[in-house]
């Protein structure tokens, strides 16, 4: 008897498992095929798309996937997951179950898929990721916990603005493709990647304006293969330009968001570059005055928000920002009362004709409603005539006169760095005159290395912590009187 059970357990438990493990290509082509199916784990592909009998007709309302909720209980898919050509579905909410996919993901061609959060949950993709012509997608968040793609990544998505969703990405085994994004204006979210060992593909993208974050890559030959950069907009149409508009960057920055909310905190800022989103809000009726403090400040990679500041009378040394796509978002006017009258047009004027901000948000108060300004569409539409009296324009410099970002790499000539190309392991610097303190900083901006030195004598020998890897530096000497930025090469 103890055998006969033992014996009918056993096929109960085998018949269970392969109940929930369908072995063999899925292809669910109804909303009614969805729903009905069951099942935990799949050794073979998933393919989610409408049934088209002809592709030049829309799709019958018994074949529409409005959604794939009922998939809820999945959690391992042996193969690729396909979703593709569902006219429909907005979202991939109910694949939250799936940890890991051993093969690739490709979601294309859905018109109404307007988030693919139901991903986020996935570590481990076995080879590519390719998301291509979803109108309504407009970010990919949905692949945040995904820290290597073991294949390509392949985006030609219109609706990208942003990257989002790429910020953990570290190492890609074959090519990165970015193309034929037609909205994207941004690629900083790939701040932590460290290697492409295939190709790096980056055209046709219009309005690309901010890809200061990949700016290591390019410097580093092991990090890289072939490089092809073409057809975006103006100023990372090539390596050289987009290298060229991020160098000014190369300073002391905080990782994340800045709040300033008293004068105080206002007056003792100090940073060049805000990888988030700087915001200024009073948080004492009347505190915050002015913000000429800010006048070091050459980009915020998110957005730039002045709010709620009631006796605020002067933004314009906001003018310091000239680069294009200096600030990486929003430029937020709100709620200032005390600002004359004529801001906003002056506003519009300098930051979106010339591309150094992505939108202009305004409100005089807030009980108003929000003012968007977006990109001119000509250059008809931009008031040229009053670009010489703009106070914006004006604020160029302590004395009036322009400056350009290159000059951070030649501000003094009573000092010299060499050798200029290195082995890194040393450089020499002459002219000190004082005690001094230096700090090393990537071409993207980050900091490596920094020490107080005592001068001893004008010509002072730094010894690197560690052997600076292939690409190129800038170092930044820091004295009593004055400070003086150089760049090198290790090779």
Not at 50 to 66: A, F, G, L, R, W
Not at 402 to 410: A, E, I, Y
């Amino acid at each position: 008897m103890r055998k006969k059970l033992c014996f009918l357990l056993a096929v109960f438990i085998t018949s269970f498992f392969y109940a929930q493990t369908h072995k063999g290509d899925v292809v669910l082509s109804s909303q009614k095929e969805v729903d009905n199916f069951k099942g935990t784990k799949i050794i073979g592909n998933l393919i989610i798309r409408e049934y088209i009998e002809n592709p030049d007709v829309i799709s019958t309302s018994q074949s529409i996937i409005t959604n794939i909720k009922s998939l809820s209980q999945l959690t391992f898919l042996d193969g690729d997951l396909k979703i593709i050509r569902n006219s429909k579905l907005s979202n991939l909410d109910g694949l939250e179950g799936i940890k890991e996919i051993t093969g690739s993901i490709e979601i294309k061609g859905n018109n109404s898929l307007k988030n693919i959060n139901g991903l986020r949950l996935i570590k481990k993709i076995g080879k590519n990721i390719t998301i291509i012509n979803n109108r309504a997608l407009s970010n990919s968040n949905g692949l945040s916990s995904i820290p290597i793609v073991h294949g390509d990544l392949n985006i030609q998505n219109s609706g990208f603005r942003k990257l989002e969703g790429l910020s953990s990405l570290e190492v890609i085994e074959g090519n990165l493709i970015i193309k034929n994004n037609e909205a994207l204006v941004s690629i900083n979210s790939l701040l932590n990647l460290k290697k492409i060992k295939g190709n790096f593909i980056l055209t046709a993208n219009k309005k690309l304006i901010s890809a200061c974050s990949i700016v290591e890559l390019f410097q580093t030959e092991a990090a890289i293969g072939s490089i092809s950069v073409a057809n975006n907009s103006e100023i990372t149409s090539n390596v050289i330009d987009i290298i060229n508009n991020c160098q000014s960057l190369a300073c002391t920055h905080p990782e994340n968001d800045v709040w300033l909310k008293t004068q105080e905190e206002v007056d003792a800022f100090d940073y060049c570059y805000i990888k988030g989103s700087l915001i200024i809000s009073d948080e004492m009726t009347g505190k915050i005055k002015n913000i000429k403090k800010l006048r070091n400040l050459k980009g915020v990679g998110e957005n730039l928000i002045i709010k709620n500041n009631t006796e605020l009378k002067d933004v314009y040394v906001l003018g310091r920002l000239k680069n294009k796509g200096s600030i990486g978002g929003d430029l937020e006017l709100d709620n200032n009362s005390a600002l004359p009258e004529g801001v906003f047009k002056e506003a519009r004027s300098y930051f979106l004709c010339d591309n150094i901000a992505l939108r202009l948000k305004v409100r005089k108060k807030s009980t108003q409603d929000f003012v968007l300004y977006l990109f001119p569409e000509s250059e008809e539409s931009c008031d040229k005539d009053s670009t010489p009296g703009n106070p914006f324009a004006n604020e160029d410099g302590e004395d009036g006169s322009k400056v350009n970002p290159s000059q951070l790499l030649s501000q003094k000539i009573n000092k010299n760095v060499y050798p200029t190309i290195s082995n890194g392991r040393e450089i020499h610097i002459t002219g000190l005159e004082n005690d001094f303190n230096y700090k090393i900083y990537t071409m993207s901006g980050r900091l490596i290395e920094e020490k107080t030195m005592l001068k001893g004598s004008k010509n002072v020998t730094i010894h690197f912590k560690k052997q600076l890897t292939s690409g190129i530096y800038i170092i930044k000497i820091l004295e009593e009187s004055e400070n003086s930025n150089f760049r090198f090469i290790i090779r």
